[in-house]
């Protein structure tokens, strides 16, 4: 059991390494000598219940990989992810159907999520079959029918006996978040849900996933490149570049006053974070950046406007600013 103390999710030094097949026999070649595609690199962050926490950067900057490992589709090359003081690898060994309820996923394509052949009343009673939810079918089926209500797909009836082609994505998604919260998780991972659905409908989305998540005290990570809508619903902000949390910190300290430089590009970049505030866009040079084999400096040093000779020498820890924001960056010092 954990004690109040204990953050309810621990991202612990988790890196998720893929070797890189360069053509050349790695037979006898150690591992430190090899090609490695680092996907994720020594990312560690906590969060407690009921809290949001976005993840931003670019496509490519490691952040789905991340959401994929902290609901074990993948697993780590190392680190461990504890959630409750207990490491979800042994959760996972220990009772899987246990930890699939308590952690879930809802993907970016609404589309690719569930089975083509099967009707929405079928999508919707397998798991509540599989794993006891409910006493009998016909209570089962009363839940999907008050599910569906309340999340504004009507009528009911109608939308059961459709299969998935016949709705729209923004319908698909709502009934995945449904189908995610039957389970009532104690964490979800919320991969860029509305960057595949028409804006008219994104706003809807969002405002069911997190009412759910409130009515229910779960923790959303939710990963996403919009940083205006990440402001909008995150209590806390990382940003991640080439697989590493370069700034972290409470949203609008994030938003308001990024420190990092990479933030500060992003930021420079978004005319919706703050349409009243007047922004110039900073620059960003060089070639756009590769995962494979980065370093052994700051991974940003060859785009950075401000990078300097200490950048290009080891990768900078961390900074720590005030109320838990911090950056790892070699020019930015504590004030």
Partial sequence: MSDKNTPFLTIDHITKWYPHNDGRIHLFRSREKRSWVKAVDDVSLTMNRGEVLGIIGESGCGKSTLGRILVRLESPTSGDVLLGGRSTAQMLREDRKAFRKRVQIVFQNP?????????????????????????????????????????????????????????????????????????????????????????????????????????????????????????????????????????????????????????????SHCADVDPDQARDSLPITGEPPTPINPGPGCYFAPRCFMACEGCRAAYPGRVELENGHYVCCSCIREE
Avoid at 118 to 137: E, F, V, W
Avoid at 242 to 265: F, K, M, Q
Wanted: a negative charge.
């Fill in 111 to 267: 589309f690719d999520t569930f089975t083509p052949r099967d009707t929405i009343q079928k999508i919707l009673m397998r798991p509540l079959r599989n794993y006891g939810i409910g006493a009998s079918d016909e209570e089962r089926l009363a839940m999907c029918r008050e599910a569906l209500e309340a999340g504004g797909l009507h009528p009911t009836d109608e939308i059961l006996k459709r299969y998935p082609h016949e709705l729209s994505g923004g319908q698909l998604q709502r009934i995945s978040i449904i189908r995610s919260m039957f389970f009532k998780p104690d964490l979800i991972i919320a991969d860029e849900p509305v960057s595949m659905l028409d804006v008219s409908v994104r706003a809807d989305i969002i405002n069911m996933l997190l009412d759910l998540a409130k009515k229910n005290n779960t923790a959303v990570i939710f990963i996403s490149h919009d940083i205006a809508l990440t402001r909008y619903i995150s209590d806390h902000i990382a940003v991640m570049y080439l697989g590493r949390v370069v700034e972290y910190g409470r949203t609008d300290d994030v938003i308001a006053g990024p420190r990092h430089p990479y933030t500060r590009v992003l930021i």
